[in-house]
Nanobody
Framework: VQLQASGGGLVQAGGSLRLACAAS????????MGWFRQAPGKEREFVAR???????YYADSVKGRFTISRDNAENTVYLQMNSLKPEDTAVYYC????????????WGQGTEVTVSS
């Protein structure tokens, strides 16, 4: 399994970015997919998760501003980020649960998001 995250960049506060995570593997539609982030000097934290039935869950800090979605035909999960704040600055990672162990066992390389004030 390989996960390739993209779409990061520099944006002003209040702006938007759309992250994408392209996955290899023929069983993508059966994976729970998640986004995490790690800000400088901080622990990695959960951002959003989408189930195989496309039910979405969000961290309180991003609820109402971020939207996770998936395109099973393209083996891709997206994170639409609106109303960005400087505190959203971090490296964003996508992750996949590819087995029935209910843990993230595959991780992408990360894409950096910087929000300027």
């Amino acid at each position: 399994v390989q996960l390739q995250a993209s779409g990061g960049g520099l944006v002003q506060a209040g702006g938007s970015l759309r992250l994408a995570c392209a996955a290899s593997g023929r069983t993508f539609r059966s994976w729970i997919m998640g986004w995490f982030r790690q800000a400088p000097g901080k622990e990695r934290e959960f951002v959003a998760r989408i189930t195989i039935s496309s039910t979405a869950y969000y961290a309180d800090s991003v609820k109402g501003r971020f939207t996770i979605s998936r395109d099973n035909a393209e083996n891709t999960v997206y994170l639409q980020m609106n109303s960005l704040k400087p505190e959203d600055t971090a490296v964003y990672y996508c992750a996949a649960m590819t087995s029935d162990q209910y843990k993230y066992d595959s991780w992408g390389q990360g894409t950096e998001v910087t929000v300027s004030s």
